[in-house]
DNA sequence: ATGCCTATTGAAAACGATTAGAAAAAATGA
DNA sequence: TCATTTTTTCTAATCGTTTTCAATAGGCAT
C-alpha cells in the first residue's frame, strides 16, 4: 500500500541502507547509487515517514508553541520570531491552543512527554509555576513572554514591572495626580508586575493609592468601557487612566470621547501592546511597545541551544520595550 | 535513560504485552496486571512515547490547521469549531502558519507525506488548486473558509459570491447608486468571488459597473484610507463603499470621518468578518458576518469522517452567512 | 601475485510501541 | 478426575527508519 524505503531498495537496486545515505546525504556513497536511487524515489514518489525515522532518532526537530488562543494578535510577530530562528536550524514550528484552560494544557505538554516534539514554549502559562519547574527539569520547556514567579527555567519577556513603572511615571510627568488601573482580574504574571510598577510609580512620586482607580475586569474592550464609566462617577475623577492593554484601553476611550471628555486633554490614556488598532483611530492611543519578534526569536534560539547543552541555561531575559507616545496622553 | 515500555513490564513483572494491554484498556486483562501495571507507571513515571505507538498504528490521531498567519482574528473562533469537533473523536490539532508562501505551505504538507499527522485542513490555501486536488487523491485534506476553483476537494465556506451580491445588494436598497469596491490585489478566491457579486449586483439593479469606483490594495486599513483618499477626490463621488474585510473599512472610515464626510449618511460603508473592532466605533461597521466556529466545526468532522470511509466526501459546503446592520449603512 | 588501504555496500540490530498467535492458567462440566 | 472451554499471559513479529559493523570490491604499491 504505502510506498516505504524498501520498496525505493528494491526498485534501485540496493540495500535499504544505501537509500537512507542517499536520502541523508551522507558522503560515502557512490554517485552511480545516488542516481539510481533518486530515480527510485522520483519513480515511486517516495516520501519518507517520519515515524519511523524520528523513532530511530529519538528526535522529531519539531518544537511547540503553546498559546491561549490565535485571538491575541502579537502573537503572530513572536510566532514569526520563533519559526526563523527555528527554521534556520531545521526546526519546524506547530502551534497548539489551550483555550485558556491549565487541563487542555497539560494535555498538550504530553506532547513533550510522549515525544511527538522536541521541546515547548509557554506563551501564557496557565498551570502552576511549581509544576512547569519540575517538568522543565526533564524536558525542554521556556517560558516567553511572561516570567514565572519562581526562577529556574528559560524564560524570555520584558521587565513588566518597570513598564507599568514607565507608563504611570510618564502620565505622572505630566502633572496627573489621579491615575486609573485597569487591569484583570484572572492575574497573568505580567499583569501582576504591571500594577506593582503603577503602584511603585505612585509612590515614588508620592501620590497615595487610591482603590477605587483600580478596576479589575478581564481583557475585552468592554471593561475598558465599564471600567472608565465607574472612574467618572466619582466624585473625585481619575485624570488619566493606564490599561494593561490596548483593547482595554480603546474600549475605555470609547466611553470617555462619547461622554464629551476631550482625550489627551481632560483626561490621559496610556495602553500596553501597541496593537494594530492603537494607531488607527483618532486620537492615536499611546502605548507601551514590546518587541515581539525579538522575544520569539531569542526564545526559540536559546531553547534550541538548550536541547544540545549539557547543562540548560535557566536565566530570565528581560528585553528592552519602549513607550510610543501619541494623541492619547497629548502628544 | 528514558523509561519505555520494557522497564515498566520488568517493574510490574509482567510482559509488555501485558502492559500495553492495560494503556490501551484492553478488557482481557486481570485486575491484578492493572494494579501491578498502574503501580509500576506511576513508580517510574512512564508515559508512551508517541512515535513507537504512532508508527505502529499508523495513525497519529492529529490533524493539522494551515493558516496563512496567526493576524486574521477570526481563525480562532474557525479553530476552536475544528477543535471541538476533533477533540470529541479523540484527534488534537495543530496549527501551522505558512506566512502565506506557497512554498513553505507545500512544506507543512510534507507533514501529511510523512505521516506526522493524519490530515490537514487548509483555511487559506496559496498553492495552486491542481496541486491541491492532486494530492487531496491521496491525502486527507479538506479546505476551509475558501473553496478551490476547481470541484473535487472536501471544502467548507461561505457562499461569498451570494455575499458580495448580497452587501451590495443592500446598500443599493438604501438608494445608493455609485458604489465603489475595496478588494485585494492578490487574489484569494473568497476576494473574486466577492467582487463577482458585487457586480451582480450593479448589474441586475441596471448600474453600470465603473472601474474607477474599484480599487486594488492588500488587507491593511492602510488600504483602506488610500482607496478612500481615491475615491473622494473622483468628481462623481461614491455614495456607498463596499470592502472586503472590516479592516479596510474601518480603515476608510478613518479617512471619511476625518474629512467631514458624515458616515450613514453621505456615505455609507458595508465591511466584511464582523471582527471585534467593527462594533468597537461609532459610528459601529455593517458587515457581512460569516459561521467561523461552525465552519471549523463542520470542516474537522468531515474531515475525520473521510479518513475512514470507504468514499471520500468531495462535496462544497456552503453555511449561510447573515448581514450584520449597524450605523455605518444609516441603521 | 600478494598484501594493504580505502571507498562502498549490505545484513541485521536497534528505536518503542502494538498485536497475532501460541502457550499457560484458570474455570467449567461431566 | 480429566477433557474442554475460557481467560489471561507471553513470545515474537511488525511498523519504517537509521546506523553499526562486517564484508566486499577496487586501487595501488610492492
Avoid: W
Amino acid at each position: 500500500m504505502n510506498i516505504t524505503i524498501k520498496d525505493v531498495a528494491r526498485e534501485a537496486n540496493v540495500s535499504v541502507a544505501t537509500v537512507s545515505r542517499v536520502l541523508n546525504n551522507k558522503s560515502n556513497v557512490s554517485d552511480e547509487a545516488v542516481h539510481a536511487v533518486n530515480r527510485a524515489v522520483e519513480k515511486l514518489g517516495y516520501s519518507p515517514n517520519f515515524l519511523g525515522r524520528d523513532l530511530r532518532k529519538s528526535e522529531t526537530k519539531r518544537i511547540l508553541a503553546i498559546i491561549g488562543s490565535t485571538e491575541e494578535s502579537f502573537y503572530n510577530d513572536v510566532l514569526r520570531g520563533m519559526q526563523d530562528a527555528c527554521f534556520s536550524q531545521g526546526y519546524d514550528v506547530l502551534i497548539a491552543t489551550t483555550r485558556n484552560d491549565p487541563e487542555h494544557e497539560m494535555h498538550l505538554l504530553g506532547m513533550l512527554f510522549s515525544k511527538a516534539v522536541d521541546g515547548a514554549v509557554l506563551l501564557a502559562p496557565k498551570i502552576d509555576s511549581k509544576t512547569i519547574l519540575e517538568l522543565s527539569k526533564k524536558y525542554s520547556i521556556a517560558v516567553c513572554l511572561e516570567r514565572l514567579d519562581t526562577e529556574g527555567i528559560l524564560c524570555v519577556t520584558i521587565n513588566n514591572e518597570r513598564a507599568g513603572y514607565d507608563a504611570t511615571s510618564y502620565l505622572i510627568g505630566k502633572g496627573r495626580k489621579r491615575i486609573g488601573l485597569i487591569t484583570t482580574k484572572i492575574r497573568s504574571q505580567s499583569s501582576v508586575d504591571r500594577e506593582k510598577g503603577y503602584r511603585r510609580a505612585l509612590e515614588e512620586a508620592g501620590i497615595p493609592f487610591d482603590e477605587r482607580l483600580v478596576y479589575y475586569g478581564d481583557y475585552s474592550s468592554d471593561t475598558g468601557t465599564r471600567a472608565c464609566e465607574e472612574f467618572l462617577k466619582l466624585e473625585n475623577k481619575p485624570d488619566a487612566i493606564f490599561s494593561i492593554s490596548d483593547i482595554i484601553s480603546l474600549g475605555a476611550m470609547v466611553y470617555a470621547n462619547n461622554h464629551g471628555y476631550k482625550i489627551g486633554k481632560d483626561i490621559l490614556f496610556f495602553g500596553f501592546d501597541n496593537i494594530l488598532f492603537s494607531h488607527m483611530f483618532i486620537p492615536r492611543l499611546s502605548t507601551v511597545d514590546q518587541p515581539c519578534y525579538l522575544q520569539g526569536k531569542t526564545v526559540a534560539e536559546k531553547l534550541i541551544a538548550n536541547m544540545k547543552a549539557e547543562e540548560p541555561d535557566i536565566s530570565t531575559y528581560m528585553l528592552p520595550h519602549s513607550l510610543i507616545l501619541r494623541e492619547s496622553t497629548g502628544d
